[in-house]
């Protein structure tokens, strides 16, 4: 069996089912890249393309450590925003296409499901203010 050692200090196996998902998407990019470079008239972002790894299913000093770890192998230092309700992040940029690893500290996603706990109360009632006003948002609240 195959093993990894997690940034942890742990040693994990490596499952099937990451290689493969592993496979797929270096195999998807490289098959994305070949389309690009043959079709000169498929326009691309000219600003480019970010790849966004959000760090899941693990404790905060776990996430932080993968983070910390993934860091050192992209040799970037990392932007630390959770003193002000932010993230950790590391950010690499290869030419127009950014790898982001992002952790989301507990407390922030704690305090954002309290922020939003309450979407599903809440109708507005556009459509009749928008008769009223021609079709134009005048701002008040129906």
Excluded: C, K
């Excluded at 195999?27 to 389309?35: M, S, V």
């Excluded at 954002?112 to 021609?134: M, V």
């Amino acid at each position: 069996m195959t093993t990894h050692t997690h940034p942890t200090g742990q040693t994990t196996p490596i499952v099937p089912g990451d290689l493969f998902a592993r496979h797929q998407t270096i195999t998807g990019l490289r098959a994305l890249a070949d389309f690009l470079e043959a079709n000169p008239a498929v326009p691309v972002e000219e600003y480019g393309y970010n790849l966004t790894f959000s760090v899941r299913n693990m404790d905060d000093a776990a996430a932080v450590a993968l983070v910390d770890w993934t860091a050192a192998l992209l040799d970037v230092e990392v932007t630390d925003d959770t003193h002000r309700g932010g993230h950790y992040i590391a950010t690499r940029t290869f030419d127009r296409i950014t790898y982001r690893m992002v952790h989301i500290p507990e407390r922030r996603r704690h305090q954002y499901r309290a922020e939003t706990s309450y979407r599903d109360n809440i109708t507005l009632d556009d459509t009749h203010q928008d008769d009223q006003n021609g079709g134009q948002d005048t701002g008040q609240a129906a």
